[in-house]
């Protein structure tokens, strides 16, 4: 074994000086080509005649109070795809990173890596001809302990000032809800998970009031996020109508989000404001499956049930026999569906535009997996940055002013006939999005919320 290689562990501490981190924990993994380094606010600007990018980390895992703001030379961008199927555009650094007593110049990635166990890979370009591996070992050249931590980030923890503000949603490990906690306290604001199923109500006309589990009364929170998922849309509404009802401003409102969820009436909603949709059709009777397959210009046709979500419900009939089954088979359940066109042209993909009061603020194009129709990141699809036309903003904005949603994730297929909207989500995920687009989309909520308050 070469004596001058140093040996390390499967997980290791580092330090990047040109970038101001003094310690942060790195997972050593010769499986990965490229090192990356957890980055969020990620901006490129110019610096003396060349390219630079800034960007926010949080240092230490599970901690987003404590914040570095860096700023490095940009060497280059390139197109990565993660193992879970993203494919996204990152920034390229070079800085110096130091282990032990070794320091040397490497290339690192920017991306979010909140989901990740580590804020820092080390892959085996950054280790060739320095580094051996023993994966049974960690921590070879030493540990940090917590107190070493907090006095190396004792200038970096921001003082608690702003708004309070709560985030109605039941998971919080959720990467969505990690994201919108995480910018909120970055912009300095108090951010508080609120389980909806630990909340609870006391209806009252001179004093309506939310408790929490143990009897806290949730008094004087300024605004309310609601992220309910679809299995709990009554109760989750239920609770946005009562903070509404104690004057605390809610992003969505739980009429815009109740409306949304009813997919017949989100319909009928947008064609009354000159939204173009594909042709649907929708019938009480099986008796009526013959003309409602007609209707829609026959096979290959959707049907989709009323209470499907992230794709699943929905079903390809590619021919009038094959319609006729899935719709008769939903139909001795008693289930509600849609009978709907089929975008042959689109090729398994659609547009996910993302509107934060009244402004589209990102857009992918997600595209399905081989095999598959439904283009939805849950059902396996990938996610790329698209430049969306004029048209196909302004039926993103339309149509959620036409929902009244502050927030609003509009899917947008491209057809022979021009842009169709195919549906309006009231709690669209950020996950695909940020990662494919590099924008920070939770902030860009926050900073909403800070708008109807004149708030800076």
Not at 37 to 43: G, P, V
Not at 196 to 223: Q, S, V
Not at 239 to 262: E, G
């Amino acid at each position: 074994m070469p004596q001058n290689k140093i040996i390390l562990g499967s997980e290791e501490w580092c330090t990047f000086p040109e970038l101001g981190i003094p310690a942060i924990k790195a997972r050593v993994d010769s499986g990965a080509k490229t090192s990356a380094l957890h980055a969020i606010n990620i901006a490129p600007f110019i610096k003396d005649a060349e390219n630079w990018v800034k960007f926010d980390i949080n240092p230490i895992q599970n901690n987003i109070k404590t914040v570095i703001h860096c700023e490095a030379k940009l060497i280059d961008k390139r197109i990565v795809k993660s193992s879970s199927g993203y494919r996204e555009q990152r920034f390229v650094i070079q800085t110096i990173l130091k282990i032990g007593n070794d320091s040397w110049e490497i290339e690192m990635t920017l991306t979010n890596r909140d989901s990740m166990g580590f804020r820092m890979l080390l892959g085996r370009e950054a280790m060739s001809g320095r580094i051996l591996v023993d994966p049974e070992q960690k921590y070879l050249l030493g540990q940090t302990s917590v107190e070493s931590l907090k006095e190396l980030y004792i200038d970096s923890v921001p003082n608690k000032t702003g708004l309070r503000i709560g985030l109605l949603a039941s998971n919080p490990d959720l990467y969505s809800n990690k994201r919108i906690m995480e910018a909120g306290e970055m912009r300095g604001h108090q951010m508080h998970f609120l389980n909806i199923k630990e909340c609870y109500m006391k209806l009252d006309a001179d004093k309506p009031e939310i408790h929490y589990r143990g009897g806290k009364i949730l008094d004087n929170f300024d605004a309310i996020i609601p992220r309910i998922r679809p299995s709990i849309t009554f109760y989750g509404c239920a609770l946005t109508r009562q903070f509404q009802a104690m004057k605390v401003y809610c992003l969505n409102s739980a009429a815009a989000i109740t409306q949304s969820r009813d997919k017949l009436f989100s319909l009928q909603l947008l064609l009354r404001n000159g939204i173009d949709i594909p042709t649907t059709g929708f019938a009480n009777s099986p008796l009526d499956t013959d003309d409602l397959i007609k209707m829609v210009g026959g096979p290959p046709l959707i049907v989709k049930l009323l209470e499907g979500t992230q794709g699943k419900g929905v079903v390809l009939a590619e021919t009038k026999k094959a319609a006729e089954s899935v719709i008769n088979a939903f139909k001795s359940l008693n289930a509600n569906i849609l009978v709907q066109e089929f975008i042959k042209e689109a090729d398994g993909k659609d547009l996910r535009l993302f509107v934060v009061d009244g402004k589209v603020v990102a857009a992918i194009q997600r595209e399905a997996a081989p095999g598959e129709f439904r283009a939805n990141i849950h059902m396996g699809g990938t996610a790329s940055i698209i430049r969306p036309t004029t048209d196909e903003k302004r039926i993103a904005i339309k149509a959620a002013k036409a929902m009244d949603l502050k927030v609003a994730g509009v899917d947008i297929i491209r057809s022979s006939k021009g842009p169709l909207l195919l549906e309006v989500n009231s709690s669209p995920g950020l996950e695909g999005i940020e990662g494919a687009t590099h924008k920070d989309i939770a902030g860009e909520m926050i900073r909403a919320i800070e708008k109807n308050f004149k708030w800076k």
